[in-house]
T-cell receptor
């Protein structure tokens, strides 16, 4: 079955540190890739998405992600985190087709210390 | 607020009782999804509607669960004879049709079965 793995469950960083969150998926066909963020007490929001084209995608709030097809990876990066980036981050894939249902990873809880 | 809204936000119920949750999607969205999220996990797909038609149900959706979307607008998710294992956050999302469209999530209904 298709799955998404996020290897970092909890990450603690100081402000201005660089961030990289890992995401790997298991599916050999074409996928659409997403990163969602959930700030404390808020709903899931889309950070960025990849469907095709340039494998380096830029999202909101200075986040970017790189799709590496050979590694089945879609890692999220930010060069300098802020306290306001404290949130839970979810990687997700959909396989296209009729449903477009999302398959989520288990999430990474990021705490940024001021 | 023109986002996805869910009601109630919290529900505490005794084991064996029936509960019903409501989701109001973004008005022009013809696709509606239900997901379930338990502690430490990412959201898991439950079911999906295109307009009023329920087109896919996950194996997670036991016979005690039923979902409807009359007239292709709001949706309800009912759980009959609740069990403690049903305790979770139930998320609703909506989107336009198309492989590359974004799903917008509501804030969820947190169910606690005591």
């Amino acid at each position: 079955a298709q799955s998404v793995s996020q290897h970092n469950h909890h990450v603690i960083l100081s402000e201005a540190a660089s961030l990289e969150l890992g995401c790997n998926y298991s599916y050999g066909g074409t996928v659409n890739l997403f990163w969602y963020v959930q700030y404390p007490g808020q709903h899931l929001q889309l950070l960025l998405k990849y469907f095709s084209g340039d494998p380096l995608v830029k999202g909101i709030k200075g986040f970017e992600a790189e799709f590496i097809k050979s590694k089945f990876s879609f890692n999220l990066r930010k060069p300098s985190v802020q306290w306001s980036d404290t949130a839970e981050y979810f990687c997700a894939v959909n396989l296209g087709g009729a449903t477009n249902k999302l398959i989520f990873g288990t999430g990474t809880l990021l705490a940024v210390q001021p | 607020d023109t986002g996805v809204s869910q009601d109630p936000r919290h529900k505490i119920t005794k084991r064996g009782q029936n509960v019903t949750f409501r989701c109001d999607p973004i008005s022009e969205h013809n696709r509606l999804y239900w997901y379930r999220q338990t502690l430490g996990q990412g959201p898991e797909f439950l079911t999906y509607f295109q307009n009023e038609a329920q087109l896919e149900k996950s194996r997670l959706l036991s016979d005690r669960f039923s979902a409807e979307r009359p007239k292709g607008s709001f949706s309800t998710l009912e759980i009959q004879r609740t069990e403690q294992g049903d305790s979770a956050m139930y998320l609703c999302a909506s989107s336009l049709a198309g492989a590359t469209t974004e799903a917008f999530f509501g804030q969820g209904t947190r169910l606690t079965v005591v």
